[in-house]
Each structure stands twice: as structure tokens, then as C-alpha cells.
């Protein structure tokens, strides 16, 4: 699948593509198609997010997983910083990455 | 210290007016991202993997206490609570939001600092020796150079858009602590016949080619040093390329033309500079040395050191340096605990370490370009003091220019540029050598470690450099061996196909391995390596 990602114009947060709006959860993402770049300028113009880029994604029984681990490690934040990314009570959630 | 003037805070106060209106007008949609990134950058700020990033410069990396205070208070109220220092003596925040980046910019201007030439192709902020001032082997405290080519390259409209960044040292020692000869230019003080000038090099960088810059000139007298940049700046700037970002920076154009033909530009141009006269009054440097002369040192202290609490002593044995004032010492503060992120710091941390600064240190620190702090005046007899309060906060490991004082940049955990992650690996090394005693017994070994080419974790310049590569969307670890950022600065050699994160771990045991087999005595991990070459090395890693 084709999932939409990004930051935040005003927060800089990473977001995810949701289908009727941006999410900082990539499961929430939905497949984009071929729709990807017409959705980044439209949101981009509409000042929603800054850097949106379309990138491949599987669905895993885990959820959303970004094909490559730079855009992983986007989805959960740093993996050395547990209280920090999304999974802040999951001690092995770094592992999710690689 | 230097103190700005009305002129120095006139201009930072107009930038971060500007600043905000480029913000605003950015928030509203009067700017495309296009259209605003140059000016973002300009002032600092970047978007990172995962969210802005401001990037503080800390002019020769010195700082009072009052400004450190201020960098622990922003990490606490607009950022997560930690700032990272980096290679550059800088401070980057890593979660910074837009719409705070100008109140940033203005706390900082209230205690003299900025974002400026933190980024873009211009000469970035000007780093030097960490002992600067306060060392016995220097010539002359080097600050008051490096901050008179502070103010000269402070938007110079001439090198406002260079090629390529450009990186500028200063230093005054034989002892080269600041990676001299691995910048666009370096300047080393000396004194020759009694008259203090610079040795110059040119076209030393890490990156994806990096190279130790020859030595271009053996003498500029002080009041001609910026003059002579300026001819370096200019033929730099007329014919380095700019129809390749990754052929573009001074070591390029210096390799491709020559040394000699570089020289002779220069040289020319130099000439030309004298005609016009264009040297900087040397009123201006006697005003800006004035600022740092020496503090008015006590005398009569004691020599004494009460090494009664053995993990004191060892702390001060490793941490603790020789200071050219009888009764001070010099501390060094590692920002290396074992299972820690190499150049973090919390602003608890931050905030401590200013406090430490103001009663201990006559209000002055450091940070290094091995992303640690120094306490540059301190009294012998308030060692003890200084380090219960640093352990305390995690602050104590003694571990300096160890195997565990490992210099990594933040890698793929937070950089959009990484192809894999440096952090971890850090932390993984740490752990595998954590035991002290086997610390000491391999002496001193720089080992640094990069998340991609750019080379931001100086790995070229390690005894041990680690390079995180991309292969086929999996980390990737190239190892080499025998790299120096000091004065006797030489480039790593890879060793050979590259490992997982725990491969290149068992590789590093293996390469230590063989050096404590090898060694003679008093040699260093980096002079068996020198004497006997990569093949014993290789044999043992890969069999």
C-alpha cells in the first residue's frame, strides 16, 4: 500500500494520512493509491503540513508498518528514548523498528 | 568573557524581529515552504525526523553561566526537557515547535546568543580549543581570534552564499584538542621571533571526502590573519563548485587544482587585500583581547587533593587536567554515562552545570567537540565539592578519552540525513566495555561513531570510527581503524565488508584484542596501529 506522511506545519509532529485528516498514529494510515502527490499539495497549500512525502507501507497483525526503517523509526520517535515515543510502555518497542 | 556591544545586540535583537515576521507570514501562508526554508535555516532551524530542530550556536564554545541557565530553561519550557551538544560545540533542541521558534531566538538574544550561521553556505560558527586560556602549553589564548573572525564573517555579504558551508578552528597549542587540520580552515597561533601569528591550513573536512588540510602558510602576522581568510575566502568563493554540492567544499577545490595553485591564488589575492588596507584595526583586537584576559586567579591555594574516596580519585585522575594556575585545575564533565545518549543533557543537568560554573568556575564553561563540558577555573580544593554534586545528577563518569567517551552523532533516532543509528550502537559499546579497570587498561581510544556519510560523528578522525550505512533498507556497520583529529591528525582506514549492530560490537573486542597482545609499552591503541598496520587487525576480525 501508498501511505501519506509528513510534518505538522506548526508543531513539526509527525503525521500520518488518515483518510479525512492527519493522525500522529500510523495506524491510522489509509492507502492513498495514486492520489498521494495531489493529496500532499492540497494539504501542503491548505497549510496543514509541511514535507509530505508518499511512501510504501504493509499491513501487519501489528497494524501500519512503513516499508523502510527511517520512516518506522518516524512513526514511533527515537528508538533510545522510550518515554519518548509512542509506545512508552512498551520497553521493547524499539524492536518494532528493525 | 566577550560582552556584546550595542552594535552586537542591535543586530541579534533586528534578526529575531525579522524572524518573527518570516514566521508569521510562513503561519498565514504569505511564504511557501520554498520560499521559507533558506530563511529558516539562516536562523537555525531545520525539520528533522521527527519534528524542527533549533541549533544554538555557542561561539568557541565558551558560555557564562547565565547563558547555560538560559539553554537549560529552554530545553525546559519549549523543548522535552534535554538538549543535545554536538560536534560543532553547539546545542541543538530536537522538538521544537514553529510558532516558538522566535520567543527562542529572543530568550537567547537576552543573555547574547543566536541561531545565526548554524546552517546555510557561510562560515559557520567558529570553534577552537576548549582549554583555550587556561592551558600552559599555548601561545596565546586563541578566543579573541576566534571571536574578532566571529564578528568579521557575522553576515559578510561577500561569504554569504559560499559554495559550500565553511568551518574555521582556532588554536594556540601543540596539543591539538579542536580538530584543527579537519576544517575548511584552520589556524593554529604561533609565535615566531617573538611576534604572535598563525599557521594556516586549508581544505581539511570530514564528509563523504575527507582530507587533512595542508598547511598553506608557516606564518601570517595577528594583524594580517584576516586579511589572508579573506583571500582564502575569495578564491574559494570564485572558483569552488557550485554545479555539484558533494564537489563544492575548499578541500575539493584545493585537491583538484592543487596545493601549490591554491597557494599561489591566495597569495596573489593577498597582495591585493594589502593594497587596499582592508585589515582590521588592531584597537579592535586589543578591545576584544581585553575580555579575556586571565581572571584574577587567587594565590597561595593549596596543591592538595584529599584522595581519601577512592571513586573521587579515580574520577579526578581521569577528568581532571593540569590548569596554568597554580592551585586551579581544569574539570572535565563527561556526557557519556554508560547507558546514556552521547552529548545529551537534561535541563536539570544544564541547569547544574551553570550553577557549578557561577560558584566554582569563575561563572565560565566549555563545551567540546568530543560533546563534553569543561569547568575551565577551578580550585583544587573544590574538587571534591564539584564532583559529589555531579554524581549526584549522573554527571561523574570518569571515562575521558576512553573507549566509552564515545563521540556519535544523534544517527537515524532523530536525524533525516542517517542511514542508521549511531545512539544505540554507542550504547551497546559502552555496555560491552563498561568494566573500569578494563577501560584504563586500554588506555586512550577515541572511538566515534556516524549514523551516514556526512561524517557529523567524526568517524574518519577515530582510532576506531564506526560508519552506519544503508544496505537494502538494513543498518549496515563499516568499521575503520587508525583515524586522529589531533595534532597528529590521519584518516581511518576501513577494514574491510561491514557487520550488524552486534557485529561490529564482537569486531571492536577482537581489534582491542589484538592491541593489548601487541602493544609495547606506553604505546596507545592509534601507535600499535601505526606500527604494525591493518593486517593483524583484519586477520582477527574476519579470520
Known amino acids: 500500500m501508498k501511505i501519506l506522511t509528513g510534518n505538522d506545519l506548526v508543531s513539526g509532529d509527525v503525521i500520518w494520512w488518515a483518510g479525512d485528516g492527519w493522525s500522529r498514529q500510523v495506524g491510522d494510515s489509509v492507502d492513498v493509491g495514486d492520489h498521494g502527490e495531489d493529496l500532499a499539495r492540497t494539504e501542503e497549500a491548505a497549510l496543514r503540513v509541511v514535507g509530505a512525502y508518499v511512501i510504501d507501507a504493509t499491513v501487519t497483525d501489528e497494524g501500519v508498518r512503513p516499508a523502510h526503517i527511517k520512516d518506522r523509526i518516524r512513526a514511533l520517535g527515537p528508538t533510545v528514548r522510550p518515554d519518548l515515543n509512542l509506545k512508552p510502555n512498551d520497553a521493547d518497542a524499539g524492536n518494532w523498528v528493525i | ?543
Open chain 2, 1 to 543: 568573557m566577550y560582552r556584546y556591544d550595542s552594535y552586537d545586540q542591535s543586530i541579534v535583537d533586528a534578526r529575531v524581529e525579522e524572524f518573527r515576521d518570516q514566521v508569521q507570514r510562513r503561519l498565514t501562508g504569505a511564504l511557501t515552504e520554498d520560499q521559507f526554508k533558506p530563511l529558516r535555516l539562516m536562523n537555525g532551524l531545520y525539520l528533522q525526523l521527527h519534528a524542527y530542530m533549533l541549533r544554538v550556536a555557542i561561539p568557541y564554545g565558551t558560555l557564562s553561566g547565565k547563558q547555560m541557565r538560559k539553554l537549560g530553561e529552554i530545553a525546559a519550557k519549549y523543548d522535552k526537557g534535554y538538549g543535545h551538544f554536538t560536534t560543532r560545540q553547539n546545542l541543538q533542541y530536537n522538538w521544537i515547535k514553529l510558532a516558538d521558534a522566535p520567543d527562542i531566538l529572543a530568550e537567547l538574544a537576552t543573555v547574547e546568543m543566536h541561531a545565526i550561521q548554524t546552517s546555510g553556505n557561510c562560515i559557520r560558527n567558529i570553534s577552537s580549543d576548549q582549554y583555550a586560556g587556561v592551558s600552559a602549553d599555548e601561545v596565546a589564548d586563541p578566543r579573541p581570534w576566534a571571536e574578532l573572525l566571529r564578528q568579521w564573517s557575522s553576515f559578510h555579504p561577500e561569504f554569504t552564499y559560499l559554495p559550500r558551508k565553511f568551518k574555521i578552528c582556532v588554536i594556540a597549542s601543540d596539543d591539538d584538542r579542536a580538530a584543527m587540520k579537519l576544517h575548511d580552515i584552520g589556524l593554529k597561533l604561533v609565535s615566531k621571533d617573538g611576534v604572535i601569528g598563525a599557521e594556516v591550513y586549508a581544505g581539511g573536512g570530514m564528509g563523504r571526502t575527507p582530507m587533512v588540510a595542508p598547511q598553506i602558510r608557516d606564518f601570517v602576522p595577528e594583524e594580517e590573519i584576516v586579511s589572508y581568510l579573506e583571500a582564502c575566502l575569495r578564491v574559494y568563493n570564485r572558483y569552488g563548485r557550485r554545479d555539484n554540492k558533494y564537489k563544492a567544499r575548499i578541500k575539493i577545490l584545493v585537491h583538484e587544482i592543487g596545493v601549490e595553485e591554491y597557494k599561489r591564488q591566495v597569495e596573489e589575492e593577498f597582495a591585493h587585500m594589502r593594497e587596499l588596507g582592508l585589515n582590521p584595526p588592531t584597537e579592535e583586537l586589543d578591545r576584544i583581547r581585553a575580555f579575556f584576559a586571565a581572571p584574577a586567579y587567587e594565590t597561595g591555594l593549596s596543591e592538595a587533593i584529599d584522595r581519601a574516596d577512592p571513586a573521587f580519585a579515580l574520577w579526578v585522575d581521569r577528568q581532571v587536567a593540569a590548569h596554568k594556575a597554580p592551585g586551579y585545575a581544569i574539570v572535565n564533565i563527561s556526557l557519556k554515562p554508560l547507558t546514556g545518549i552521547p552529548g545529551d543533557a537534561s535541563a536539570e543537568q544544564i541547569e547544574l552545570v551553570a550553577t557549578l560554573a557561577e560558584q566554582y568556575s569563575l561563572d565560565e564553561l566549555r563545551v567540546t567537540h568530543a560533546q563534553n563540558l569543561v569547568l575551565p577555573h577551578v580550585r583544587k580544593a573544590d574538587l571534591y565539592a564539584i564532583w559529589q554534586k555531579l554524581d549526584e545528577a549522573g554527571l561523574a563518569e570518569a571515562n575521558l578519552d576512553l573507549i566509552t567517551d564515545i563521540i556519535a552523532c544523534p544517527g537515524l533516532d532523530y536525524c533525516a540525513l542517517a542511514n542508521a543509528r549511531s545512539i544505540p550502537l554507542a550504547q551497546k559499546i559502552a555496555q560491552r566495555f563498561a568494566d573500569a579497570e578494563r577501560q584504563t587498561e586500554l588506555g586512550e581510544l577515541k572511538l566515534k561513531i556516524s549514523g551516514c556519510i556526512n561524517a557529523c560523528g567524526h568517524h574518519h578522525a577515530g582510532h576506531i570510527g564506526i560508519l552506519g550505512v544503508d544496505r537494502k533498507g538494513v543498518e549496515n556497520f563499516q568499521l575503520l581503524l587508525g583515524g586522529s583529529g589531533a595534532e597528529d591528525a590521519s584518516l581511518g582506514q576501513i577494514t574491510g565488508p561491514g557487520f550488524s549492530e552486534d557485529g561490529v560490537v564482537d569486531a571492536i573486542e577482537k581489534v582491542t584484542d589484538i592491541y593489548l597482545a601487541e602493544r609495547t609499552d606506553g604505546e596507545r591503541f592509534l601507535d600499535t596501529y601505526r606500527r604494525i598496520g591493518m593486517k593483524p587487525f583484519k586477520e582477527a576480525i574476519y579470520g
